[in-house]
């Protein structure tokens, strides 16, 4: 019903910026929150930062002050700066989205997923 589409991975070298976007489309009646996660080869999925409607931005403390979480609500869009990138940014990044969707008359709140999008950063 709702489906996330990723985009602004690639190879960066140390001290780079990339900017990732993620679209939300889809039978949404509202995004309560939408954020990003990233995988390293071997690790647990770890929250990045995330963006919940009316709530201040919430960053991991590995990322703060480097990156920044932004959203155009117009757009169903949530994007992702992240300057200053290190070696250990490396992962893939997902976007994750809280959304509710109308079905009948009722309202029901889902956890959605992008398929990620590969960020390394190497010299």
């Known amino acids: 019903q709702v489906q996330l589409v990723e985009s602004g991975g690639g190879l960066v070298h140390p001290g780079g910026s990339l900017r990732l976007s993620c679209t939300a489309s889809?039978?949404?009646?509202?995004?309560?929150?939408m954020g990003w996660y990233r995988q390293a080869p071997g690790k647990q999925r770890e929250l990045v930062a995330v963006?919940?409607?009316?709530?201040?931005?919430n960053y991991a403390d590995s990322v703060k002050g480097r990156f920044t979480i932004s959203r155009d609500n117009a757009k169903n869009t949530v994007y992702l700066q992240m300057n200053s990138l290190k070696p250990e940014d490396t992962a893939v990044y997902y976007c994750?989205?809280?959304?509710?969707?109308?079905?009948?008359?009722?309202?029901?709140?889902?956890?959605?997923w992008g398929q990620g999008t590969q960020v390394t950063v190497s010299s």
């Open positions: 994750n989205a809280d959304v509710s969707v109308l079905a009948g008359i009722y309202l029901n709140d889902y956890d959605y």
């Open positions: 889809g039978t949404i009646f509202n995004i309560n929150a």
């Open positions: 963006l919940k409607s009316g709530e201040r931005p």
